[in-house]
Structure formats: C-alpha cells, structure tokens
C-alpha cells in the first residue's frame, strides 16, 4: 500500500536546473523523515539529503552542499530536491525513501520504504 514515487528526472545539460519531486502515499507522511539517495552504475548507493518529519531540520552531503536543496510539503504529502549547477557527476537514479527512525541517518538502512527512482542524465 506504501507508494514513492519520484517524478523530475530527465537528460539536461551541465549548469541547469531540476526539481525532483516524491509524492507519498499510503503511509502517515508527517510521521517519517525523509531522505534522497542517489546511484550511478557500479556505485553504491550514496547518501544525498534529509529531512526531518516537520520539515525544519535539513542535512545535505558534503559533495553536493550549495547546489541541493531538500524540503517537503506535509499538506501534499510530498518532498522535493531542488538541484542547481547539475554537473556530469550527478548523473544517477535519484531515489526517495521514509525513514521512522527519530535520530537522524545517512544510511539506506536506516530507511523503511523507497521509490522506484528517476533518472538524471547530465551531459557536458
């Protein structure tokens, strides 16, 4: 019943804009933090922003701070990631996912449910 499910992604070039966005269904959305991950091929999965359940806690990894931007909207039961700057580097499946752990994690683990991811592409 649990559904994430990412919109935004898409092929763009090096110094452009994107707004992905997770609209969230079949869960207590204010009750769960939540977090955007990132792979590229044969990477793992890295660790990009969170959020906190009421919105007013932020964290952003330290190789994307500057041009990430994490919020969410609990009316609309959606969190969004707003990436400025878009560097081939950030080419990757962008994921979603809920986490009911209270304390703060960067870690896939520590997160219940996830999207199906949204590709961005970025060429120089």
């Known amino acids: 019943q649990v559904q994430l499910v990412e919109s935004g992604g898409g092929l763009v070039q090096a110094g452009a804009s994107l707004r992905l966005s997770c609209a969230a269904s079949?869960?207590?959305?204010?009750?769960?933090?939540m977090g955007w991950f990132r792979q590229a091929p044969g990477t793992e999965r890295a660790f990009v922003a969170y959020?906190?359940?009421?919105?007013?806690?932020?964290y952003v990894a330290d190789s994307v701070k500057g041009r990430f931007t994490i919020s969410r909207d609990n009316a609309k039961n959606t969190v969004s990631l707003q990436i400025d700057d878009l560097k081939p580097e950030d080419t990757a499946i962008y994921y979603c996912?809920?986490?009911?752990?209270?304390?703060?994690?960067?870690?896939?683990?520590?997160?219940?449910?996830w999207g199906q991811g949204t590709q961005v592409t970025v060429s120089s």
């Open positions: 959020i906190s359940r009421s919105g007013g806690s932020t």
């Open positions: 996912a809920a986490s009911s752990i209270i304390q703060r994690t960067t870690s896939p683990r520590g997160y219940d449910y």
């Open positions: 079949g869960l207590m959305f204010s009750g769960y933090a």
